[in-house]
């Protein structure tokens, strides 16, 4: 008995060493300066709960344990070194929904553990049986919404709004199904076979949440996926007696949260809108476009006004992932600040599909962290900037949010671009964004656009700057 105390307190230790670690690792990870020791230290946090939970757990055979954890490292070293950092919200979304499911499954496992596989009944109280349901309910939504946002990411499936008819009809009613297998949950403790359905249940309204949402709301979706795993996570420790996984499944909800909050103050919109606004289903008909007229400029034009420049703001968006084009912005970068003009960059809080999706793009071509400026410093910056590149950004940029009442993106802080003395636009075409609108930035006076794929753009534009351009 005193053994087992002992064994239980320094498991406890562990957890409480590893609950320090991940509120450290959290705090690092505010900064893009120390997010990579931030990661670092809650990956250490995480190895320590593992390694006192396997040590001091009463685990009967580690057989099995060993074969998953051999098998799970081999999928997750392999996902992790072959995905490009432009899909690094693939990558995300994917090991998020992954979480959800494992923490249905065990939930699902324990449960029928201790119901009784046999017709034995342990003593199943029904707050045990509510939580159980509960767990499996947020992480089935979690892993099918997931894979879902992962599909559109990826563009296996249309980026744009999938709407049924009735959509939400059917979203409700599966709610309903959902909160009635609860109830019977709590009247009928005993009732492990009601976990199977409620998983199916919670799948299908995952798919069904996920595929009415836009692709430019990705990066919330992610944050609000990531939090239910958060709480699934929670809600599995509390059905093992486990603190360490009440508190990492805790700062995971809660982190999801308050990034969930964050990205909708930056777009201006509430939750309820992202979820059930289907932003970005009306789109612009191209007749609408071909009336206006644009400024079409070549890349030789571009060469002539950046070298003339003293302070160049580049706007990345998702167009500069897409194109994988880091790399050559980082190199005209160099080029630039070898003839003497100052280059920065402006990030915009929802660039890309998941937050910081820019930031990690230009970290690995070598961008120094002070040259990404937030959207505050950026706008401040491009009052006084002779030019601003854009590269793929689209809603980001568009003046609609400051000057249309009657646009879906209204009042969304946006990068004011327009505001310095000439804009550079380098886009595949006019099609508008995920919102689903047309940009009036692109029709300005001001505004050079040049077609074409960004990668082959810049590349072309630093062979000009070599002098290896065409002659």
């Not at 396997?54 to 685990?59: D, F, R």
């Not at 993106?409 to 550079?424: C, E, F, K, Q, W």
């Amino acid at each position: 008995m005193l053994a087992e105390t002992a064994s239980h307190e320094i498991v406890n230790l562990f957890y409480l060493i590893t609950a320090v670690l991940f509120i450290v690792g959290l705090k690092a990870l505010t900064s893009p300066r120390t997010a990579r020791r931030g990661n670092a230290i809650a990956a250490a946090g995480m190895l320590l709960a593992v390694v006192g939970t396997l040590a001091w757990s009463g685990v009967v055979s580690y057989t099995w344990i060993v074969i998953g954890l051999a098998i799970g490292a081999a999928i997750g070293s392999a996902i992790a070194l072959l995905t490009p950092m432009t899909s690094a919200p693939q990558m995300v979304s994917f090991f998020n929904g992954s979480g959800g499911l494992a923490a249905a499954m065990v939930a699902i496992a324990h449960s029928f553990l201790m119901m009784g596989e046999t017709g034995q009944r342990v003593a199943v109280t029904p707050s045990y049986a509510v939580i159980a349901g509960l767990t499996v309910l947020i992480g089935g939504v979690s892993f099918a919404g997931s894979m879902v946002a992962v599909a559109k990411l990826q563009e296996w499936i249309k980026g744009r709004p999938i709407v049924l008819r009735n959509h939400h009809l059917i979203n409700l009613g599966l709610l309903a199904a959902a909160m009635a297998i609860l109830v019977l949950l709590g009247i009928f403790p005993h009732g492990r076979w009601m976990l199977v359905p409620l998983m199916v249940l919670a799948g299908v309204a995952g798919v069904m949440v996920v595929l009415c949402i836009g692709g430019a709301d990705m990066p919330v979706v992610i944050a609000v996926l990531n939090s239910c795993t958060g709480l699934a996570a929670a809600a599995t420790g509390f059905l093992l007696g486990n603190t360490g996984l009440i508190v990492s499944g805790a700062l995971v909800g809660a982190s999801g949260a308050v990034l969930t909050h964050l990205m909708c103050k930056a777009m201006n919109r509430p939750l309820s809108n992202v979820f059930f606004g289907q932003f970005g289903s009306a789109v612009l008909a191209p007749a609408a476009q071909a009336r206006r007229n644009v400024h079409r400029y070549t890349v030789q034009d571009a060469q002539i006004v950046l070298e003339g420049a003293s302070l160049v703001i580049i706007v990345p968006g998702y167009g500069l992932a897409v194109a994988q084009a880091q790399h050559a912005c980082r190199e005209l970068e160099t080029l630039l600040e070898a003839r003497g003009v100052s280059v920065k960059y402006a990030i915009h809080p929802v660039a890309g599909r998941m937050p910081g999706h820019m930031n990690v793009l230009l970290a690995e071509a070598g961008v120094p962290y002070e040259k990404l400026l937030d959207l505050e410093q950026s706008n401040a910056e491009l009052e006084h900037a002779d030019v601003a590149l854009i590269l793929g950004a689209n809603d980001v940029v568009n003046p609609a949010a400051r000057n249309d009442p009657h646009s879906p993106i209204y009042g969304m802080p946006i990068l004011n671009v327009d505001s310095a003395r000439t804009v550079i636009v380098s886009k595949r075409s006019l099609a508008p964004g995920f919102a689903g609108i047309d940009n009036e930035l692109f029709y300005a006076d001001r505004t050079m656009m040049i077609f074409g794929d960004a990668k082959a753009t810049l590349a072309e534009l630093v062979a000009a700057m070599k002098g290896e351009g065409k002659g």
